[in-house]
């Protein structure tokens, strides 16, 4: 059925922000516009809790060989990532690839660790309306940049590490422009839990009015 998208009131709002492994390693552009954005949202009388979550700091370890998604690609995939390797972009078949190296056993585990993990989050974060948190830490890199195949990893990670986390846990999240114009974009991460996209949408019509008059 339609999402009813109305706008909440920003004084009622309580958000709350992870402090590990999300706000690692912004570039000076994101940081500025992300601190800005926090203190226009604390204006409007948002309140903020900022909340250890160390739970995040798992998913390295529960990801360290590929986790669900090479195992899911690779199902998906291994037929012609075995005969037509050419077809892919050579980034994305190493990723694939890795997939190859896990069983049904292994899959099991990472289904469960999963699960494991889904709910301690959920169960950390349910006293707050949202989560808050830059979409990624870095301005778009230079194609120039790029083309060492080491710095297209190490982006690569970065630019996935935040989303990743919102898409281990099942649940929906909005990227709101947050920079000032004139300036590189940036994103400001609004995320909620799994079926919680109608109110995460209405405090982020909220949200993106309240950024905009501030620009």
């Excluded at 059925?1 to 709002?13: F, G, K, Q, Y």
């Excluded at 422009?177 to 909620?192: D, F, N």
């Excluded at 109608?198 to 905009?212: G, N, P, Q, V, Y």
Aim: charged fraction near 20%; include cysteine; aromatic fraction near 6%.
């Amino acid at each position: 059925r339609p999402l009813t998208i109305d706008e909440r009131n920003l004084s009622e709002a309580h958000f709350v922000i992870p402090q590990t492994r999300v706000l690692a390693g912004l570039d000076e552009h994101v940081s500025a516009a992300w601190l800005h954005a926090l203190d226009v949202l604390r204006a409007q009388g948002v309140k903020i809790t900022e909340l250890p979550l160390p739970e995040l700091a798992e998913l390295d370890s529960i990801n360290a060989r590929g986790g669900i998604t090479a195992w899911e690609a690779w199902q998906w995939h291994q037929h012609y990532a075995q005969s037509q390797p050419e077809a892919y972009d050579l980034q994305v078949l190493t990723r694939i690839n890795r997939g190859s190296l896990l069983n049904e056993e292994d899959a099991a585990e990472l289904y469960q660790l999963r699960a494991d993990w889904k709910q301690r989050v959920e169960q950390a974060v349910a006293p707050f309306d949202g989560i808050l948190m830059p979409t990624v830490p870095l301005i778009a890199p230079t194609l120039t940049e790029l083309e060492d195949p080491a710095r297209y990893m190490q982006v690569n990670l970065l630019m996935l590490r935040n989303t990743s986390v919102i898409n281990m846990l099942d649940g929906c999240s909005i990227s709101l422009p947050c920079h000032q114009p004139g300036a590189a974009p940036v994103g400001l991460m609004l995320s909620s839990t799994h079926g919680n996209d109608a109110a995460l949408l209405s405090w982020a019509a909220a949200i993106e009015t309240t950024l905009k008059r501030s620009s």
